[in-house]
């Protein structure tokens, strides 16, 4: 089994950050790929922002220069950091990984976790 958890969403005014955390465990042998998404009034999920293994970025054009998201291989952990947050920033934020699991020689299996809520006030 592997997991996704989720932290540091929150209520926060407009023009404050927050810093989301996601924690993978479990059966892991490697993580590849590493992202951030979004659900936010219209019920599509939208890519923020993701990482490669190797660092390599890519963001959502409406947040580059606000967001940046960054790992930790060794925690397993994939950060976002937001600042000047906008009231249309509020959705529901999504961590996504594609993960190699202990005991599968080659493959990937793509995860997703419960999402955690980020609601910015004008």
């Known amino acids: 089994q592997v997991h996704l958890v989720e932290s540091g969403g ?9 810093r989301l955390s996601c924690a993978a ?4 042998s490697y993580i590849f790929d590493m992202a951030w998404y979004r659900q936010g009034s219209g ?17 959502n ?3 580059k220069g606000r ?7 060794a925690k397993n952990i994939v950060y976002l950091q937001m600042n000047g947050l ?5 959705a529901v934020y999504y961590c996504n990984a594609d993960v190699r ?4 020689v080659d493959g990937q299996y793509n995860y ?4 955690t809520q980020v609601t910015v006030s004008s």
């Open 86 to 90: 906008k009231p249309e920033d509020t």
């Open 10 to 18: 929150g209520l926060v005014q407009s023009g404050g950050s927050l």
């Open 61 to 63: 054009d409406y947040v």
């Open 43 to 59: 019920n599509q999920r939208d890519l923020v922002a993701s990482i490669t293994d190797g660092g390599r970025t890519r963001y």
């Open 101 to 104: 699991r202990l005991g599968v």
């Open 67 to 73: 967001f940046t998201i960054s790992r930790d291989n």
């Open 25 to 28: 465990s479990g059966a892991i």
């Open 112 to 115: 997703w976790g419960q999402g």
